[in-house]
């Protein structure tokens, strides 16, 4: 099936660090969204960007949609142990009208 | 608010079986998707419907059926069942398709094929 490139695809940091994601696709979307999911859960969104070049955050979260309209990056500032989860970068592109998810980004945070 | 509601959250069904997952979405969201979620495949689209229409499909195999009714509650069916199967089944509603509007998962449900 398809999906968006997502890196990395895993990281190990420690309490207080920043940390930065990103989604790339082929395809040009009009909506980029990030989702967290933690164990035995459903993606629980987080942010929603619907405008190139639009940038928005929620607490230490900020979020871009890039302008080219084929990435996205999601920053997290100050990390805190529960931060910890898989974050999914997903899009609605142009051509299909689906909403197809990344691969996730494995994030684990140590005190 | 109620949220995203799925049931039941886990089953085990043998090689051959068929079997119905059901989804209420939160109240006034006539907009519901279903996504497999594996480790190997990440979340991949199944179908989406609104106001009791499928407006989309995914790329599986006919066995994979769906629905939705007036009240704009979901079913999604699974006929012949393979090992292959076997995943969280994930539910999303919003209150539109397109425009400004997120999509709100349930918990899902975690499916066991044997």
């Known amino acids: 099936g398809q999906q968006l490139n997502q890196s990395p695809q895993s990281m190990f940091i420690q309490e207080g660090e920043d940390v930065s994601m990103n989604c790339t696709s082929s395809?040009?979307?009009?909506?980029w969204l990030w989702y967290k999911q933690e164990p035995g859960e459903g993606p629980v969104l987080l942010i929603a960007l619907y405008k190139a070049g639009e940038l928005t955050s929620n607490g230490r979260l900020t979020a871009q949609f890039g302008i080219t309209r084929k990435d996205s990056f999601l920053n997290i500032s100050a990390s805190i142990p529960s931060d910890v989860g898989i974050y999914f970068c997903?899009?609605?592109?142009?051509?299909?009208?689906?909403?197809?998810f990344g691969t996730g980004t494995r994030l684990q945070v140590f005190p | 608010k109620a949220g995203v509601t799925q049931t039941p959250r886990y089953l085990i069904k043998t090689r051959g079986q068929q079997v119905t997952l059901s989804c209420s979405p939160i109240s006034g969201h006539r907009s519901v998707s279903w996504y497999q979620q594996t480790p190997g495949q990440g979340l991949q689209f199944l179908f989406e419907y609104f106001s009791e229409t499928q407006r989309n499909k995914g790329n599986f195999p006919g066995r994979f059926s769906g629905r939705q009714f007036s009240n704009s509650r979901s079913e999604m069916n699974v006929s012949t069942l393979e090992l292959g199967d076997s995943a969280l089944y994930l539910c999303?509603?919003?209150?539109?398709?397109?425009?400004?509007?997120?999509?709100?998962f349930g918990s899902g449900t975690r499916l066991t094929v044997v």
């Open positions: 997903a899009g609605r592109s142009y051509n299909t009208d689906k909403l197809i």
């Open positions: 999303a509603s919003s209150s539109r398709p397109t425009g400004p509007y997120g999509y709100t």
């Open positions: 395809s040009i979307f009009n909506t």
